[in-house]
């Protein structure tokens, strides 16, 4: 692994029984890097961005994250270093129907000991930044798809995280809100210095990042 | 936990908070309802001895009167010696014995039920001294007499006349009314205990039935400690025999016939049935809850949430609805209890303990203390069942925590 590099998988396999859907997959992401992970549906995209985020736990292989070998952790240290150093988007949002924007927002702050002040100033700017500010006190179900991916965004970087990892994150999206989330990354990529690793299956899309990789069958072709 | 959360989840998602605390607290309610039914029964049974002033009363059965002339015994009370009444008096568990003597008297012209009173003793039929409604109470070592009011209407009988009961005459210094009186020992006329005891003492006829001695009486009203009533009235029968005539609150309690009045085992066992429907009502809830709210759950964890954090939240989410169950359930107790409280409720006393020979008007009839029944929440209750709905609450969402921690993120929000 390299100085730089905030991620690395080595010999990542992943067994479901007799399927194996991750095939002893290597791959390193450095600090600030925007990587794509692009194939056809069901090559095993989304289970190898499960590994790398320590949402599910590798059948062989190691997977290290801002140095820390994370895939001997506990549920529940999973749990915390996802919190310190990790952000998620889906493709479908995911967020909770019974919070506003500004509370989905602050929903990974909620088991961190702070005032209610400070969840809501951090929820509020990035809201702000993603041009949301008049949206604060809306539940999801007032909100457009393209506004809901906008604050599914902002709760990815409420925990300054060091890497976000995004799952078809226009999936769900008509082509010019899909564009406008993605010149939200380029530009958190660009300015926040914030490493990303996208899974897509649309190769357009993946080619704004700075690095391309392929699957196919569980395994990494290029 | 984040008290924002929790209440948004609660008003959000109204259906399903309104589901589990409405069948939560129908449960509770049902809980209350029967328990405090059961109580309200049980006082019931006691306001027949209560209005007498006495937890248990005691006769012993004997033979047929051979002559309906002069002094006899009912059949159903017959003597009971001073020695027998004495070895009563030193049972643990007493509290205080009240004597009384009950006589048919067969005049040539007129049939009296007797009733020789202590005066003074606040256990037995001197309590009716408040249901005396002219003249005043027959007072210590003064030969005088009282009178039912309405017999001595249906025979004139004025206050201040003197009446002649088995040739002996007594000043009538006060009328009682019977109706506002216990059921049990009522009688037409009220004597000192003494005089009705010479009463007996002098007819014959009463002797060649039931040997009787000065100092003996035929009917006991016994106050005693309310947990020894059970075991006492076993030690009654042992000292007046098996026959005797013990009755206690129980004794009425099976004579009300109610399913609530039958058996603690009953109120124990719906209670028990309520408990458990209000368990399950919860559990199902909060199980549908979790497998609803999978993909919530999985978003939690995913952005850094422990299980302890996420089951803390679901737990508490438990614990106020169940909260608020209780209470609803308290207030649904509550207006169903004010409802009941309407109910009246016939407690028949048994023929042995009536006083009136059934060969007279109205003798045979069966005859019932009717009352209001006495139900109510007492606050132990409220409380208990109150906890209770929070206990439910948190154990519920406790056994959920390992279905909740066996949820996989990864699991659940793969779409896509």
Redesign the interface.
């Known amino acids: 692994m390299s100085r730089s590099a905030i991620l690395a998988g080595e010999g990542l396999s992943k067994q479901y029984g007799s399927l194996e859907v991750v095939k002893g997959v290597s791959i390193s992401i450095d600090s600030g890097e925007f990587v794509c992970l692009v194939g056809k549906s069901g090559c095993g995209k989304?289970?190898l961005l499960?590994l790398l985020s320590g949402?599910?736990r590798p059948t062989k292989g190691d997977v290290v994250l801002n140095g820390k070998k994370i895939n001997g952790a506990s549920?529940?240290e999973l749990?915390?270093f996802?919190?310190?150093n990790?952000g998620?988007i889906?493709?479908?949002f995911?967020l909770?129907?019974?919070?506003s924007a500004w509370?989905n927002v602050a929903?990974?702050l909620?088991?961190i000991k702070m005032t209610?002040e400070e969840r809501r100033r951090r929820a509020t700017e990035l809201l702000t930044q993603m041009e949301l500010g008049h949206r604060m006190d809306h539940?999801p179900s007032a909100l457009s798809g393209g506004e809901k991916q906008r604050v599914a965004i902002a709760?990815a970087l409420v925990?300054r995280p060091k890497i976000i990892f995004a799952?078809?994150p226009t999936?769900n999206l008509d082509s010019a809100t899909g564009d406008a989330i993605m010149d939200i990354l380029n530009r958190l990529h660009s300015k926040e210095g914030v490493a990303i690793l996208m899974v897509t299956h649309e190769v357009e899309l993946a080619k704004t990042a700075e690095r391309l990789i392929r699957m196919h069958d569980g395994e990494v072709i290029s | 936990m984040n008290l924002h959360y929790l209440m948004n989840e609660l008003y959000y998602q109204k259906r399903r908070t309104l589901t589990a605390i409405l069948g939560l607290s129908i449960g509770i309610a049902l809980l209350i309802i029967l328990n405090a039914l059961s109580m309200a029964y049980r006082q019931a049974a006691h306001a027949p001895l209560k209005e007498i002033g006495a937890d248990i009363t005691v006769q012993r059965p004997g033979d047929v009167p051979k002559d309906l002339a002069g002094a006899v015994f009912p059949c159903s009370a017959v003597t009971i010696r001073q020695s027998e009444v004495e070895k009563i008096q030193g049972l643990p568990g007493i509290r205080g014995v009240g004597k009384a003597l009950l006589l048919w008297v067969f005049d040539p012209n007129r049939a009296w039920i007797v009733l020789g009173i202590e005066q003074h003793n606040t256990i037995g039929p001197a309590i009716l001294r408040s249901s005396v409604t002219e003249g005043r109470f027959i007072e210590e070592g003064k030969s005088e007499a009282l009178v039912e009011v309405a017999y001595a209407r249906q025979f004139g009988i004025k206050l201040g006349d003197t009446i002649s009961v088995a040739d002996k005459k007594f000043p009538v210094v006060g009328f009682i009314d019977a109706s506002r009186a216990a059921k049990i020992a009522v009688a037409n006329v009220y004597l000192p205990l003494a005089e009705a005891q010479q009463m007996a003492a002098s007819s014959k006829g009463l002797q060649s039935v039931s040997p009787y001695d000065p100092g003996d009486v035929n009917l006991l009203f016994i106050k005693a400690d309310q947990e020894k009533i059970t075991p006492l009235a076993a030690s009654l029968k042992n000292i007046l025999g098996k026959k005797a005539t013990v009755a206690t609150p129980d004794s009425f309690l099976k004579l009300l016939g109610s399913l609530f009045a039958l058996s603690d085992k009953f109120t124990l066992a719906a209670s028990l049935i309520a408990i458990i429907v209000a368990i399950l009502i919860a559990f199902k809830t909060m199980a549908g809850n979790i497998a609803e709210r999978a993909r919530e759950i999985g978003v939690l964890k995913a952005v850094g949430w422990t299980n302890r954090n996420v089951v803390t939240q679901l737990l508490m989410e438990s614990v106020v609805q169940c909260f608020l169950a209780g209470i609803l359930g308290l207030l649904i107790a509550l207006v169903v209890a004010f409802g009941l409280g309407f109910m009246k409720v016939n407690i028949p006393i048994p023929w042995d303990m009536a006083p009136t020979p059934h060969f007279l008007p109205g003798g045979g009839d069966q005859i019932f203390k009717t009352l209001r029944l006495p139900i109510h929440v007492p606050w132990t209750l409220a409380l208990f069942s109150f906890v209770l709905s929070i206990v439910i609450g948190g154990m519920t969402g406790a056994l959920l925590g390992r279905q909740i921690a066996k949820i996989k993120p990864s699991e659940v929000l793969r779409h896509e």
């Open positions: 989304t289970t499960s949402l599910e549920e529940d749990a915390l996802r919190r310190e990790v998620f889906f493709q479908s995911n909770i129907p019974t919070l509370e929903l990974p909620f088991p209610a539940l709760r925990n799952d078809e999936g």
